[in-house]
């Protein structure tokens, strides 16, 4: 190790622990001196800091933390690359053609086994849903028709408080990281960024009780964001073999212990959430290659496809079962949600008109609601970093607030008199339907109670009703927009799991119907597919998606013939809203300081070169190195790989030898083979150890220095590391541009880009890029005369 390199903590602590070095990017973390161990506090001190800059100033300027569902946690990279050590390479020539075809066999099975379970959770998630949710609104309604008009407020606010206060008590004490829609943290994932318990089991618990609470105590929020984080929960508890922590493994799925398998199958499970939410199989697939996923192949493509249609066939048979009546009050819908397959799509040049403007208004509306969205989530966090019991009583604010509304602005209306023909469906009374009395006489219904005191599946099909045009008035659509659209903004961002889909597309077919009600006399469309073109704008408008809304939405409405209307709505709002901000999943993996990288380079990288965000002293291993240095390293740093350079007598000159893991030096150390000298031991190594002993531990607690036991003696003893180090790691020239070596990196899916110098006669590298040195914070921090194009 080079002794040189002891050196003091630098301004900026490498938290996210990614770089072997003192290292690329200005982090300067080294190895620190006897003499400087009062550096150590102040290293614990600045964590601490920059923990509550992220906090107070809600401007995140470190890629080394991040808001995890509510709570602020330090966050590590992914690895997706192949390392190719020897003994890796030796359990590959080891293969053997059956193990070959166990492996794909467990692909499938594990893609099976995921569509099985995520299936089964989406319908029971929703039988929960409709059954509490339904029993509640009976029991107001009844008491409704009683007259006891303040024993039903109070019914109604209490049963919500109580929903509410057990799903925000499951976030805010047991998983926090489960709170939110988790569509956010899924997509940095994909993307290479690991943060605490986002997959874990005790995640996967909280986020299904926690979205049938939050979706039953009356909240504006849907299961359906919830449902993609879901399957990717359960995708990962699958493909890491069980949870060790809990004491449920399986060792036959070994071979998945790896990132790069466990991200296909996340992407698996990710889709699948989605095709168990919408009953969208397709929708599902798309929506994992539009906006979760960041890596994609053919291969990955037929697997999710396999996955989803899995899914699809089993909420398929779980609601043929409940057609019969045994499941409660659920079971009145089918695989199509929201059926509008009844209504005549023709159309001409006013109603092409009108179309326009709802996808301009989606896009100003989706935009604002981004806008607001940020600013309430930052917010909120000030409130939610004082603790879980402040994070609860946001919660029991917001669910009163959302009672008061939903059972107050009914009053506002006038009652309306039955459609004729419809005595017997209006008004609805002991179950559910379109037509609410409220506090209406007999013959009459309230039209905004119909939608507002009704589940978010029931609200939807009636706006998108085409039944009767004249069933809701313009001042009943207006309010809802308005109430659903500022509920929405406020009740995100509180803990408990919570989807933006349902809102979107309330607030959305509510302007849409009203646009259609307004200029009904000048169009031949019918309001309820205004209803359906304004979900459309509404949801291009905030997600600034275009291929996938557009199936989900012909998948739940089973309307093919609007394709071509739907497709022009989705790309107007998304190019209207883009000129004012990015998608909200885009915002609030920015705000919560996810170090996401993007496709594409900033234009501002063109006039770097890797070289210039490179800085030193590099903590480097000799092939054959002392346990003392190796150890002092681990204690002193958190880095995941360090280079090992070989020098004489084992070569020439110095040379790059390769990156040798921390995870890797952790077993090596544990396994105890040592050497008096410093001598090459590889053949002896390769038959003490297994590829599988190196293998990347679950969500249970893997290998830590503190289990490591080295005595006095075998401090003074060397380690041969040629066998665990990665002989071929990516590596680019100090002069490459820092936007070319951002898409190597982000393409290639790497945790490590090694830099060598362009001129012979130096040290044979001059650092690390790892992610943290690509964020626009640190780079526009280390040149701050560069100036960004917005």
Not at 375 to 393: A, C, M
Not at 568 to 576: F, M, R, W
Not at 583 to 591: A, S, T
Request: charged letters at 15%; aromatic letters at 10%.
């Amino acid at each position: 190790m080079d002794r040189n390199n002891y050196n003091d903590f630098s301004q900026e602590a490498d938290i996210e622990n990614d770089g072997g070095r003192g290292g690329c990017g200005g982090v300067g973390v080294g190895v620190v001196d006897e003499r400087n161990e009062s550096n150590v506090s102040s290293y614990i001190q600045r964590e601490a800091a920059l923990t509550e800059v992220l906090l107070k100033s809600r401007v995140n300027n470190t890629s080394q933390i991040a808001i995890i569902g509510a709570n602020v946690c330090p966050i590590e990279s992914l690895d997706y690359e192949f390392v190719e050590n020897e003994i890796f390479k030796q359990d590959w020539r080891s293969r053997r053609r059956v193990h070959i075809i166990q492996y794909l066999f467990l692909k499938w099975t594990l893609a099976l086994l995921i569509g099985l379970s995520t299936g089964l959770v989406g319908f029971l998630n929703n039988l929960a849903v409709e059954n509490i949710a339904g029993y509640k609104l009976l029991l107001i309604g009844n008491l409704m028709l009683n007259d006891k008009y303040y024993q039903a407020f109070a019914a109604f606010a209490g049963l919500n408080m109580i929903l509410a206060i057990c799903a925000a008590a499951l976030c805010a004490f047991i998983a926090p990281a489960a709170a939110g829609s988790g569509i956010p943290e899924v997509k940095a994932y994909l993307n290479g960024v690991d943060g605490h318990s986002i997959l874990a089991p005790s995640t996967l618990f909280v986020k299904i009780f926690g979205s049938i609470f939050g979706v039953s105590a009356g909240f504006v929020v849907g299961k359906e964001g919830p449902m993609v984080h879901t399957g990717a929960c359960i995708a990962n508890f699958l493909g890491q073999g069980g949870s060790r922590k809990y004491h449920l493994t399986w060792k036959w799925l070994r071979y998945f212990k790896n990132d790069r398998d466990r991200r296909d199958l996340i992407t698996c499970g990710a889709a699948a959430g989605v095709a168990a939410a919408f009953r969208s199989p397709v929708g599902g697939v798309l929506f994992a290659l539009e906006e979760a996923a960041s890596w994609w192949r053919s291969a990955l493509l037929w697997r999710t496809f396999f996955t989803t249609a899995v899914v699809a066939m089993v909420v398929r048979s779980l609601i043929e079962i409940c057609r019969s009546g045994k499941c409660g009050l659920f079971g009145q819908g089918g695989l199509i949600m929201f059926d509008v397959n009844s209504a005549d799509p023709s159309y001409n040049t006013p109603d092409l008109l009108a179309i326009m403007l709802i996808g301009v208004l989606g896009g100003i509306f989706g935009s604002l609601y981004n806008y607001l969205v940020d600013k309430v989530l930052r917010t909120y966090s000030i409130i939610n970093e004082r603790g879980p019991v402040f994070k609860v009583l946001l919660v029991i604010t917001v669910s009163l607030l959302t009672s008061c509304c939903a059972f107050g602005l009914p009053w506002l209306i006038k009652c309306t008199s039955c459609p004729i023909g419809m005595e017997k469906e209006c008004p609805t009374i002991g179950r559910f339907g379109k037509y609410r009395s409220f506090q209406c006489q007999p013959g009459y219904y309230n039209d905004l109670a119909s939608i507002f005191l009704n589940t978010s599946d029931n609200a939807i099909r009636n706006l998108f009703s085409s039944t009767n045009e004249d069933e809701f008035k313009l001042s009943t659509l207006f309010i809802f927009f308005v109430a659903i659209y500022f509920l929405g903004i406020v009740t995100y961002g509180i803990a408990v799991p919570s989807g933006l889909f349902i809102p979107v597309i309330l607030a959305g077919a509510s302007y849409g119907r009203f646009v259609g009600r307004l200029l009904g006399s000048t169009l031949n469309l019918d309001v309820g597919l205004f209803a359906l073109l304004g979900a459309a704008s509404f949801l291009g408008g905030t997600m600034r998606m275009t291929v996938s809304l557009c199936i989900i939405l012909l998948e739940l409405t089973n309307d093919l013939l609007m394709l071509p209307l739907v497709m022009l709505v989705l790309l107007i709002s998304k190019t209207v809203a883009d000129s004012f901000n990015k998608g909200v999943y885009d915002q609030i993996v920015e705000m919560k300081g996810l170090p996401y990288m993007e496709a594409h380079a900033e234009p501002y990288m063109r006039q770097l070169v890797a070289g210039d965000v490179c800085s030193g002293p590099l903590i480097t291993f000799s092939g054959v190195e002392k346990v003392s240095n190796i150890l002092h390293a681990l204690r002193m740093t958190g880095h995941n790989g360090f280079p090992v350079i070989d020098e004489p007598p084992f070569s020439d000159a110095p040379e790059l030898c390769g990156l040798v893991l921390r995870s890797h030096l952790l077993v090596l150390l544990k396994g105890k083979k040592f050497a008096k000298n410093q001598v090459l031991t590889g053949s002896e190594f390769l038959r003490m150890f297994h590829a599988f002993d190196f293998a990347k531990p679950g969500s249970g607690k893997g290998l830590h220095l503190e289990d490591l036991d080295i005595s006095d003696d075998e401090m003074e003893m060397y380690v041969d590391l040629h066998p665990v180090t990665n002989t071929s790691p990516y590596t680019v020239v100090e002069t490459m541009s820092l936007a070319k070596a951002s898409v190597l990196f982000r393409q290639l899916g790497l945790r490590h880009l090694c830099v060598v110098p362009k001129t012979p006669g130096r040290p044979p590298i001059v650092g690390i890029l790892t992610r943290h040195d690509f964020m626009p914070e640190h780079v526009l921090g280390l040149y701050p005369h560069i100036i960004p194009h917005k």
